[in-house]
């Protein structure tokens, strides 16, 4: 069952097409970022990273943007699979390794 | 499996009782995190340890307290537990206290 966020804005594509996933956040001293998928029942599984001194960064099927103006970040999955379906929070660095997570927006895709 | 272990999987208990969530970390990481889920919220940070040390503390109600142990394991205690403390409660762990975490799958707690 549900076990994340009844009420999480969602995002729903085809199968194979590409999905993009907006975060906003908050500290604008915040020097890290990371994307986490959360599949129903399981804990959050670490997708990609982004180092404040970067505004890309690619790994496979999946690349993050990251725009320090408006404090903005966003997720790119190419070619989105079923086993895309998850929760997808961003999380910024809140000192002291402690992340601090977005709301989360739910991704799913349809065959 | 992330190799973050948590125990119990679920739990069901009653208003006003005491709990305790165990942890143990990936092997050789020192640090780690419990961060509390609730359904309708995101998750939210309570604490982390690093090397037996509290090293930083979230929005941890004082009902709560955890420990972690010589062995780098570490517990989550919630007491007087009311039906607003159901949630996923989950822990990570890190090498260090640098970044890039890892999850545990999470214990679900249920107060009725």
């Known amino acids: 069952g549900e076990s994340v966020g009844l009420h999480l804005p969602t995002l729903s594509v085809q199968e194979g097409d590409n999905s993009i996933i907006n975060c906003a956040y908050s500290?604008?001293?915040?020097?890290?970022f990371i994307w986490y998928k959360q599949e129903s029942g399981k804990g959050p599984q670490f997708i990609i990273d982004?180092?404040?001194?970067?505004d890309k960064r690619q790994g496979q099927r999946v690349t993050v943007l990251l725009n320090k103006t408006v404090k903005h970040l966003s997720l790119q999955i190419a070619a989105t699979q079923p086993g895309d379906s998850a929760v997808y929070f961003c999380?910024?660095?809140?000192?002291?390794?402690?992340?601090?997570f977005g709301a989360g927006t739910r991704l799913a895709v349809h065959p | 499996d992330s190799g973050v272990t948590q125990t119990p999987k679920h739990l069901i208990t009653a208003t006003g009782q005491r709990v305790t969530l165990r942890c143990s970390p990936r092997?050789?990481?020192?640090?780690v995190y419990w961060y509390q889920q609730s359904l309708d919220q995101g998750l939210q940070f309570l604490i982390q340890?690093?090397?037996?040390?509290?090293?930083a503390k979230g929005n941890i109600l004082e009902r709560f307290s955890a420990q972690q142990f010589p062995d780098l394991h570490s517990e989550l205690n919630l007491s007087s537990l009311e039906l607003g403390d159901s949630a996923l409660y989950f822990c990570?762990?890190?090498?260090?206290?640098?970044?890039?975490?890892?999850f545990g799958s999470g214990t679900r707690l249920t107060v009725v």
């Open positions: 092997s050789g990481d020192l640090s």
């Open positions: 500290n604008s001293a915040s020097d890290y």
């Open positions: 982004i180092r404040s001194n970067m």
């Open positions: 990570a762990s890190s090498p260090g206290t640098d970044y890039g975490y890892t």
């Open positions: 340890y690093y090397n037996g040390e509290e090293r």
């Open positions: 999380a910024e660095n809140g000192g002291y390794n402690k992340l601090i």
